[in-house]
């Protein structure tokens, strides 16, 4: 094969890439699998479907798949970006791709909100413990009792 014939073929596929990548990219945002980071009301960080106008910006090959790269303007010349790997496998049926990425976002959440529930349970606690103790203090002080 000459090095024209490479060059064409390399092209071709490269088209092919971009159209496959690009309609991945559209398909992840018009599905919320494209995150932003937040923080929420108890102070835990999070990550969270973006609202914003993300654009395809291009791809890069991995040994099991594409990782596909888009940016959205931040105000002041600057620009975010995001990335959204997808395995070569999974693009022949991308619907099955986001139904595991959501379940994996959930699972990630649910694990959130259970490390929040026993910090705020052990934070509770702890008060408890605090309060008790200067209550026993006090007692001991005023009535000379010891509990």
């Known amino acids: 094969m000459t090095i024209r014939e490479l060059a064409i073929q ?16 559209e398909f992840a945002k018009a599905n919320g699998l494209i995150l932003e980071e937040d923080w929420s009301d108890d102070d835990e960080h999070k990550w969270v479907p973006s609202k914003r106008s993300w654009q395809y910006t291009g791809y890069e090959i991995g040994k099991d798949g594409l990782d596909i790269k888009g940016e959205v303007y931040a105000g002041c010349s600057e620009y975010d970006y995001c990335h959204i790997y997808v395995p070569y496998e999974s693009f022949n049926n991308l619907e099955a791709w986001a139904a595991q990425k959501k379940a994996e976002y959930a699972e990630k959440e649910r694990q959130r909100a259970e490390r929040v529930a026993a910090r705020k349970a052990q934070e509770i606690a702890e008060a408890e413990e605090r309060e008790k103790a200067r209550y026993l203090k006090l007692k001991e002080k005023y009535e000379g009792a010891k509990v």
């Open 10 to 25: 390399a092209y071709e596929t490269d088209q092919q890439l971009t159209k496959a990548a690009k309609e991945a990219f």
